[in-house]
């Protein structure tokens, strides 16, 4: 895989920063979908149980995974990011349960053939993976009746498919290009359905109340019963 990806998302690491103290609840983890903040579902949607194992894809800065863990999961994160996952080690670091790795998740799943009770995408590599190679290789890895979700923004209306995402960098350099797939969601839903998944779901979570307008896709699948790739 090339290094052009992992430079792009340790700019973008950046420019954001770390997760606040605590929540609107009083929460000292929680679990977001959304863009925005105390806002939309949270962990319930992946149907987890204390013990059970969880893959985050594109964990970044570990937010979430480190409130799965929290909940008595082993929580497993995978980045491209060496900056974001140095801030998630920094963040996290008395929790027990969550176990980081740096690189391509694809490769990552491929390699380990490791098998999960879940695994999820926030705004991550679900995002930023060809569907038709990532989703067979989560299938491949989730166990009889696991959850995968993710979440990212709608697409824009008519750019639907393979598109570019324009990553700032310095000021003497081009921004950096990674690519990105966009559907509506009902091609999510037969998308996930033509590679296996079972009980599929895709909607837009509306934005909270204000002036925002862009909500966030949130697509869910079941793995449908066939053997994963550890036991086969």
Not at 98 to 119: C, K, S, T
Request: aromatic fraction near 8%; glycine fraction near 12%; charged fraction near 20%.
């Amino acid at each position: 895989m090339s290094d052009t990806r992992s430079a792009a998302w340790d700019e973008y690491a950046q420019t954001k920063p770390q997760r606040r103290t605590t929540n609107a609840r009083g929460e000292s983890t929680w679990f977001n979908w959304t863009q925005y903040a105390d806002h939309g579902p949270g962990a319930e949607v992946l149907a987890l149980k204390p013990g059970e194992t969880v893959l985050d894809l594109g964990c970044g800065a570990g937010g979430n995974a480190a409130h799965l863990a929290g909940l008595g999961m082993r929580a497993v994160g995978i980045d491209l990011s060496p900056k974001q996952l140095a801030k998630a080690r920094d963040r996290w670091s008395d929790v027990d349960g969550m176990e980081l790795h740096q690189g391509d998740a694809l490769a990552y799943l491929e390699e380990n053939h490791a098998v999960f009770d879940a695994i999820y995408s926030v705004f991550g590599a679900g995002w930023f993976s060809d569907p038709g190679l990532l989703l067979p290789i989560v299938h491949a890895n989730l166990k009889p009746g696991g959850v995968f979700a993710m979440s990212q923004r709608p697409p824009v209306e008519g750019c639907c498919g393979c598109q570019a995402s324009y990553i700032p960098r310095g000021p003497d350099e081009d921004p950096a290009v990674v690519k990105r797939w966009d559907h509506e969601p009902d091609a999510w839903v037969l998308i996930l359905k033509e590679h296996g998944y079972v009980d599929v779901s895709a909607s837009v979570i509306a934005p909270p109340p204000g002036t925002r307008r862009t909500g966030t896709l949130f697509v869910r699948g079941v793995q449908g019963g066939q053997e994963s790739v550890a036991s086969a």
